[in-house]
């Protein structure tokens, strides 16, 4: 079976699943966080080169404060907590999104983690933080503008792929599949640009539920899918009358 390249996965639905145990909504975060941990073995263990999640939007600072302050310590501490173990099954870890709003130690800790498994090969754990399409896409549009302000670009010369290599995921390919949990079946402004050729599976299960099995459930969906980009089927197969 083909296994996706690429997964991106929007983690949602761990508040619904808290209420669904009458809980609040933090012991949802924390079973989430040991579904992540799952994930990213069972996806590298799958043959998967690059698995990018959504863990903070910048949509999510509307949130609560409290609720705001329970999921920023609780990334402080599963990161100091588990890079080791991410290093030491070969995981290499990077970081998305506009860091100017969060905390000091936070940044610390995310950029130690960076440097420590950066020659990590067996797969690419990209973790969206403080992160929106839309932030992602103005900032390529300001990198570029600088460049053309500066006589160091002509404007006719931006094409998509310099559009590409501007954004945060400049390094890495375009996502192949995208999961999203819980139900809802929108981008809620995660990968925009990147997300425009991937194969969307959407399941009800929350993301504190999502095991290793959905995942097969996702990439066996993935592997049925016949990815035309714009072809016709006969042309694939190599078998139309051109
Ligand atoms: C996703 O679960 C986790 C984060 C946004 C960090 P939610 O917290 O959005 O769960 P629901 O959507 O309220 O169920
Ligand atoms: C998107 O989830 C962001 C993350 C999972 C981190 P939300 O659950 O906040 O999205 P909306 O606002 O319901 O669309
Ligand atoms: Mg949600």
């Not at 263990?45 to 903070?56: D, E, H, I, P, W």
Request: glycine fraction near 4%; charged fraction near 25%.
């Amino acid at each position: 079976m083909e296994v996706p390249k690429h997964i991106a996965i929007i983690m949602d639905g761990n508040g619904r699943w808290s209420k669904a145990h009458a809980k609040p909504r933090h012991f949802g975060h924390k079973a989430g966080l040991e579904s992540l941990k799952k994930i990213i073995e069972a996806a590298a263990k799958r043959g998967v080169s690059y698995l990018t999640v959504f863990a903070f939007g910048i949509e999510n600072w509307l949130r609560p404060n409290d609720e705001v302050n329970y999921l920023m310590n609780l990334f402080l501490t599963a990161l100091r907590r588990d890079i080791g173990r991410l290093h030491e099954n070969s995981i290499r870890v990077q970081f998305i999104g506009d860091r100017q709003r969060v905390h000091a130690d936070l940044i610390r800790s995310m950029q130690e983690a960076e440097s420590l498994t950066r020659d990590n090969s067996r797969m690419t754990l990209i973790v969206a933080f403080n992160y929106s399409g839309r932030w992602d896409i103005r900032e390529a549009c300001q990198r570029l503008a600088e460049k053309v302000a500066a006589n160091q670009l002509s404007a006719a010369d931006i094409n998509e792929d310099l559009i590409s290599q501007n954004l945060s995921t400049a390094a890495w390919p375009d996502p192949d599949l995208f999961i999203r949990t819980s139900g809802e079946q929108r981008l809620s402004n995660f990968l925009l640009w990147q997300l425009s050729y991937a194969e969307l599976y959407f399941t009800d299960k929350h993301w504190p539920e999502f095991n290793e099995a959905e995942l097969d459930k996702a990439i066996a969906f993935y592997a049925a899918r016949e990815r035309r980009f714009g072809k016709i089927s006969e042309q694939l197969k190599g078998t139309e009358n051109a």
